[in-house]
């Protein structure tokens, strides 16, 4: 029996890779999806409750309706119930002594020095402007970009001249936004991820327009899982991880040509082979190491993804029995100088099922992973009673805590939430990171420029690359049809 020729495979079940599977479906070509997981969902992966809500999301958790249009849309195709995020009560920072210094939610902090205050918020301002100016965006080519990318965001903070309270801000950042120090990225790369969500204050935000203002009471998982339904049955192959993508001719002589991907599925099973006219890879850039490309991977494009990388980034949730930081008048926000926590969020949902998620990243990060879990548990109960509970031992509140996983997934290339670059890497290398090689295309949320990290940069790419091997293919078949009419002649 003939082994079928795909129109198009998909390398990966995240979302990226599911929209751009349905939009090959509604183009009305053939198509599979290969995912190396036992799920689908990537980096969207919900913990839920007996009754069905989120209690935890251990990746991807926030949407809004503002500037978010394809996962709104989305939300509201599945009938999906959303929670606005809480800004009701008091911020709070902890600052280098431990000390707390208090503000309502949309304000600054003011710091007993002055100096530090005016830092604060004059470095704000400062990448608030460069991310969202129009002229020359930061998106366009030019010395700028060139200047930028020369530099670690540690060394653009420090020519800004900048107080330690004003750098430490900025590390709060860096650790929330991407799990790394300010010293280990460019300052281009940090820049335009703000830039790819609106701006610095949209990206940060908790309010309407915001990165975090939004979130799915049946969990984030549900995407997944709606886009799954509007699939083809068994169109997905789960635990199907891919272990090399061979482009070749298909031996008819035809420009189309045909691509090879191995599959090592889990043992005793043999390897399988599927054959496709376009593959589409949406899995993170880290992981196209684990890939092997036959023919290899272009020098350019192979520099800059050999060069992409992930810091340290991790959520730990504690879901508890009340809500005891409403009771001080606090929102839930707080960041930290000190860690091991960077950034706390309440993300209860409703008083009937209270929660807090802890971000965990770069230098803090490191040294709290080094414990063990009642350890690394006791330290973050710890910070926590400091900033919310007054000192106090918050202990017999906690219901369950639990930690994201992706520092130890490999199918998502050993991290989270978006890989990304140090010095001297994207000015020259993001359009050879983007390039599709032959008949193969990449997608994910990394290579999106709206969004950047986030599930609306995930299907956006995926929608706009499906798109790109969909025209490919059909111009391919349209040179095909022109060389055979030729030939009759």
């Known amino acids: 029996m003939t082994q079928p020729i795909y129109d198009v495979v998909i390398v990966g079940a995240g979302l990226s890779g599911l929209q751009a599977a349905c939009t090959v479906h509604q183009a009305g070509l053939s198509y599979v999806v290969l995912e190396a997981r036992d799920r689908v969902g990537g980096r969207t992966l919900t913990a839920r409750s007996s009754t069905g809500t989120a209690k935890a999301e251990l990746g991807a958790a926030w949407i809004n309706d503002t500037n978010q249009s394809r996962m709104w849309a989305l939300a509201e195709e599945l009938g999906l119930h959303t929670f606005v995020q809480n800004t009701d009560g008091d911020v709070v920072?902890?600052?280098?002594?431990?000390?707390?210094?208090?503000?309502?939610?949309?304000?600054?902090p003011k710091y007993p020095s002055d100096q530090d205050t005016e830092s604060c918020i004059s470095i704000r301002d400062l990448v608030e402007n460069l991310s969202t100016t129009q002229s020359p965006s930061i998106f366009s080519p030019g010395p700028h970009r060139d200047s930028l990318d020369s530099i670690s965001f540690e060394t653009f903070l420090q020519r800004a001249r900048v107080t330690d309270k004003a750098l430490a801000t900025a590390q709060v950042w860096t650790h929330a936004m991407l799990g790394v120090d300010p010293s280990e990225v460019s300052a281009l790369y940090f820049?335009?991820?703000?830039?790819?969500?609106?701006?610095?204050?949209?990206?940060?935000?908790?309010?309407?327009?915001?990165?975090?203002?939004?979130?799915?009471?049946?969990?984030?998982?549900?995407?997944?899982?709606?886009?799954?339904?509007?699939?083809?049955?068994?169109?997905?192959?789960?635990?199907?991880?891919?272990?090399?993508?061979?482009?070749?001719?298909?031996?008819?002589?035809?420009?189309?040509?045909?691509?090879?991907?191995?599959?090592?599925?889990?043992?005793?099973?043999?390897?399988?082979?599927?054959?496709?006219?376009?593959?589409?890879?949406?899995?993170?850039?880290?992981?196209?190491?684990?890939?092997?490309?036959?023919?290899?991977?272009?020098?350019?494009?192979?520099?800059?993804?050999?060069?992409?990388?992930?810091?340290?980034?991790?959520?730990?949730?504690?879901?508890?029995?009340?809500?005891?930081?409403?009771?001080?008048?606090?929102?839930?926000?707080?960041?930290?100088f000190v860690g091991p926590v960077s950034v706390f969020r309440d993300t209860s949902l409703g008083p009937e099922q209270p929660a807090m998620t802890c971000f965990i990243g770069g230098s803090f990060g490191r040294k709290w992973a080094s414990q063990d879990a009642e350890a690394k548990k006791a330290s973050v109960l710890k910070q926590m009673g400091e900033i919310f509970a007054g000192g106090e031992d918050i202990s017999e509140f906690v219901v369950e805590a639990v930690e994201s996983p992706w520092m130890e997934e490999e199918f998502s290339g050993w991290g989270c939430p978006c890989a990304n670059m140090p010095p001297g890497v994207l000015a020259q290398g993001w359009d050879a990171l983007c390039a599709p090689f032959g008949h193969v295309f990449f997608v994910g949320t990394e290579l999106s420029t709206v969004w950047r990290g986030y599930m609306e940069g995930a299907v956006r790419s995926g929608e706009s690359g499906a798109w790109q091997a969909i025209a490919d293919l059909r111009g391919g078949r349209r040179q095909q049809q022109q060389q055979q009419q030729t030939s009759k002649l």
Not at 93 to 108: C, H, I, N, R, T
Not at 202 to 224: N, P, V, W
């Open 191 to 336: 820049i335009e991820y703000c830039a790819a969500g609106g701006g610095l204050m949209t990206m940060r935000s908790d309010s309407k327009g915001g990165g975090q203002y939004l979130r799915i009471r049946e969990g984030t998982s549900s995407f997944a899982e709606g886009l799954l339904e509007k699939l083809n049955p068994r169109s997905i192959k789960l635990s199907s991880p891919v272990a090399e993508i061979h482009q070749q001719p298909d031996g008819t002589g035809t420009e189309t040509g045909t691509v090879s991907i191995s599959v090592g599925g889990p043992a005793p099973a043999p390897p399988q082979t599927y054959l496709a006219r376009r593959v589409i890879v949406s899995v993170p850039t880290p992981v196209y190491r684990t890939i092997k490309f036959s023919p290899a991977l272009p020098a350019a494009k192979s520099a800059i993804v050999n060069r992409t990388r992930y810091g340290f980034y991790t959520k730990y949730i504690v879901n508890f029995s009340e809500a005891f930081w409403t009771k001080s008048r606090l929102c839930g926000l707080a960041q930290s």
């Open 93 to 108: 920072v902890q600052d280098f002594d431990g000390s707390l210094v208090k503000f309502p939610y949309g304000e600054a």
